[in-house]
């Protein structure tokens, strides 16, 4: 299935192009660790942004109340505390990929891929 589409795009020379494009993601993905590594201000400043990302977002899907605080706390716990260095990478790597929006590109695809006619 994905051998004859990598041959195809490799025919078209586009296949160097997609796996640099793989490779500059990967690094983007991975600058916000090593900086949060390297600098702890640069840690705390994040796990902050973090947090308001998080109960923001809660707050928007919940309201105000007290399943919103639970809820938020949790995901907090979890996604700050303990896996705060792949939160911040996945949350770079969507705000990345939305800053260049490529999620519209990947939409669009889709959408043309399921017209009738």
Known sequence: MFGNRF??????????????????????????VLVMKVFPAADWI??????FLI???VRGYLGS???TILVTG????FLVIKWAYFTAAVYIAVYF????????????????GMRKG
Do not use: D, K
């Not at 994040?46 to 947090?51: F, G």
């Not at 990929?97 to 043309?112: K, W």
């Open 55 to 57: 109960f923001t977002t």
């Open 97 to 112: 990929l939305l800053a260049l929006q490529v999620f519209s590109i990947i939409i669009f695809g889709i959408g043309m």
């Open 46 to 51: 994040m796990r902050i942004i973090l947090i």
């Open 65 to 67: 109340g007290i399943p």
């Open 74 to 77: 949790v995901l907090i716990y």
């Open 7 to 32: 041959l195809e795009l490799n025919q078209q020379g586009m296949l160097q192009i997609f796996i640099l494009i793989v490779i500059a993601l990967v690094v983007v993905v991975t600058i916000p």
